[in-house]
Structures are given as C-alpha cells and as structure tokens.
C-alpha cells in the first residue's frame, strides 16, 4: 500500500509523540485512573492532535484497535444541534462491538455552534462508563469554558525546530535519502512547529529532487528566501556595502516578508547560541549588535519615504530577543559575562522598546 511520509511516520504508540512530552505523561496518567473519559486537545495545525486523539482510543482498549468502535466528525460541517443529538450522543450510549471503549473525536470543535454546545452538557457530564469522548481544536478560546471544566485540558505545543530536524533526519536515512544539514535546517525552520508540514515538505523535495536533497531544493520547493541571500543582506549592511544591500533589496518583491525572515534569521541564531553552545552573547559581541543596528538605521534613513519600514524589524528584534531571553535566563552561564537589552539600546541611541 503506497501511503505518504506523512501517514507512514505518524506515531503508532504514545513514546512515538515527539515533543510533546508533558501531554503524553498527563494522558498515561488519566487513562491508567480512568477519572475522567472526556478530553479537549488544543494545539496548532500539524502539532499531533488528531494522532494523539487516536491514541488515546488504543491505550483505553490496551492496544487493540478497532475501526468500528472510533468516529471521527468534523465540526466544521456536522456543527447543529441535530449533528449532536443524531451523531453524537446515539453513537456514546451504544456498546461498543469488538472492545471495551468506544470513543469519538470532534474535530475542530471550536466551530460547534453555541446551542450544539448546550446539548452537549447534559451527555458530558453524565457520560457513559464505555464512552470516551476526545475534543480536538485549534482554538481552544471559543471552546465554552463550561465545556473546559468538564474534560481533560491537553495543550501541544509547537514541536521545537530541532525535534522537527532529529526526526527528519531518520526520516530521511530510513528512506535512503541524502540530504544536506542545510537542507534539514530550512525544512525544520519553515515547518512552524508542525511536523506534519516538515514531513510533507521533505515529502516533496524529495519528489523534486529524487533522492538527493540540498538546501537550494528545499528553497525552490517552498518559494522562500534562502539563508545565503539573508546572510549576505546582514553582511553587507555591516560592512556598508549599499551596492550589495540595494541589489540585494531590487531583487526582493515582498520586502515585509524579507525583513521578517530576516528577523527570524537572527532570533534563530541567538537561539542557537544559548541551546546549542550554552554560551551566552557575551560583551565582545556587543559591536556586532551596535553596528548592525546602526546600519538599519542608515538603511531606514535612505529608504525615507517608501513604504518600507525597518523600525518595525528593529521593534520586533529586540521584543523578541527580550522575550527569549526572559524565558531562558536560567540557560545563561555567567550574568556578568552577558550583555543585556538595555546595553544594546542606550549604546546605539534608542528608548527601550517594551
């Protein structure tokens, strides 16, 4: 049977949940109880959901798998009061045939109507002994917090970028391809956080490609902008180069979403620094901040009355940099060794930003 990267890689056991492992250790330990048999799993797209939802089916039946005891609705198109007394509640009061729980995944639950919900209630809170119910959304904010209160609250978070690599890469030499670190990186980068839009996009560099994949493939198969050309804008406005910063910038149609990959470029770097190295930035690098920002500034100065507007990078560098290292102060080795926020702005000349 031929099947997509995709649907083949797709975890077959909880152990097989990459990053995702606060979610997986909540749900081992509310099945092992078996407290409560209604879930809400909340996460962005590709992030494991309705995988995980699946799997919660098979550990309620100790492994067994049966196709007639799970249903799977999509609310977007089953979202009335009648999809709900009809489907839904029928299907959890019946027995189920060839295992011991039977078990229906809501998709996209959030689209369910205000009145679908109210049905709901009643049923949820007095849910069969045989029944599990497993909500899935990408918007756990319209979901009623009556509904919230009732179930068990699992929230995925965006798979880091080199969990994303690590599988790949075994993807990749399970499947005899060759493919470069470049190319993982762009791949895993691109995917925000979704695995299953790492995998497909693996998926079709290698359909590009055949079975030799770089990372000028990857950037073709995307469309996006390649780290060379970021690398090379970054360099040129550190040693001046105009020349080099306007063909540069000639070349780029959608300069907005040039600076914001340019901005994701640096903020993926630092990240680098801090997890890959366990170095924080230290005062040496502290001209390399003070010159590449004075040269946005110069840039922003040369483009004044176009609708370009590097303030706007500049705003999001530093808020996002603060952000992380905010979150990751901990992984710092030496405080006194590191430069702060601050340090950077009163340098250069600017008002903090946050």
């Known amino acids: 049977m031929i099947m997509s990267l995709a649907v083949k890689y797709r975890p077959k056991e909880f152990s097989d949940m990459v990053g995702q492992d606060e979610a997986v250790r909540i749900l081992e330990g509310a099945i092992k109880r078996?407290?409560?048999?209604?879930?809400?799993?909340?996460?962005?797209?590709?992030?494991?959901?309705?995988?995980?939802?699946?799997?919660?089916?098979?550990?309620?039946?100790?492994?067994?798998?049966?196709?007639?005891?799970?249903?799977?609705?999509?609310?977007?198109?089953?979202?009335?009061?009648?999809?709900?007394?009809?489907?839904?509640?029928?299907?959890?009061?019946?027995?189920?045939?060839?295992?011991?729980?039977?078990?229906?995944?809501?998709?996209?639950c959030h689209m369910l109507s205000k009145s679908a919900w109210g049905v709901l209630l009643k049923p949820l809170e007095e849910i069969p002994e045989h029944a599990v119910v497993v909500f899935c959304t990408t918007d756990i904010q319209k979901v009623p917090e009556a509904i919230i209160s009732r179930s068990i609250n699992i929230t995925l978070k965006n798979i880091q970028q080199s969990e994303i690599q690590k599988r790949l890469q075994y993807i990749a030499a399970n499947e005899k391809i060759t493919i470069t670190a470049g190319a993982l990186r762009a791949l895993s980068s691109e995917a925000g956080g979704s695995m299953r839009e790492a995998i497909t996009n693996l998926e079709s560099a290698e359909m590009y490609s055949g079975c030799n994949i770089d990372e000028e493939t990857v950037w073709k198969v995307l469309g996006g902008i390649s780290y060379t050309i970021i690398h090379d804008f970054l360099k040129a406005?550190?040693?001046?180069?105009?020349?080099?910063?306007?063909?540069?910038?000639?070349?780029?149609?959608?300069?907005?979403?040039?600076?914001?990959?340019?901005?994701?470029?640096?903020?993926?770097?630092?990240?680098?620094?801090?997890?890959?190295?366990?170095?924080?930035?230290?005062?040496?690098?502290?001209?390399?901040?003070?010159?590449?920002?004075?040269?946005?500034?110069?840039?922003?100065?040369?483009?004044?009355?176009?609708?370009?507007?590097?303030?706007?990078?500049?705003?999001?560098?530093?808020?996002?940099?603060?952000?992380?290292?905010?979150?990751?102060?901990?992984?710092?080795?030496?405080?006194?060794?590191?430069?702060?926020?601050?340090?950077?702005?009163?340098?250069?000349?600017?008002?903090?930003?946050?």
Not at 62 to 89: F, H, R, W
Not at 310 to 322: G, R, V
């Open 34 to 108: 078996k407290r409560s048999r209604v879930f809400i799993i909340s996460g962005t797209r590709g992030s494991g959901k309705t995988t995980l939802a699946r799997l919660i089916s098979k550990q309620f039946n100790c492994g067994v798998v049966s196709t007639q005891d799970v249903v799977e609705l999509d609310a977007a198109s089953n979202n009335g009061v009648s999809n709900i007394k009809q489907d839904i509640i029928p299907y959890i009061q019946t027995y189920p045939m060839e295992v011991d729980y039977k078990l229906i995944i809501i998709d996209e």
């Open 237 to 354: 406005m550190i040693e001046n180069d105009v020349k080099v910063v306007s063909r540069i910038l000639d070349g780029i149609f959608d300069k907005l979403y040039f600076f914001s990959r340019v901005l994701k470029y640096i903020t993926e770097n630092i990240v680098t620094i801090y997890t890959g190295t366990n170095k924080g930035w230290g005062r040496d690098d502290l001209p390399f901040f003070q010159y590449l920002l004075k040269k946005m500034v110069n840039l922003q100065m040369k483009l004044a009355g176009s609708d370009i507007d590097l303030s706007i990078l500049i705003d999001a560098f530093f808020k996002a940099l603060l952000t992380w290292v905010d979150e990751n102060s901990s992984k710092v080795v030496a405080e006194e060794k590191t430069i702060g926020i601050k340090d950077i702005l009163d340098t250069v000349g600017f008002f903090r930003v946050w």
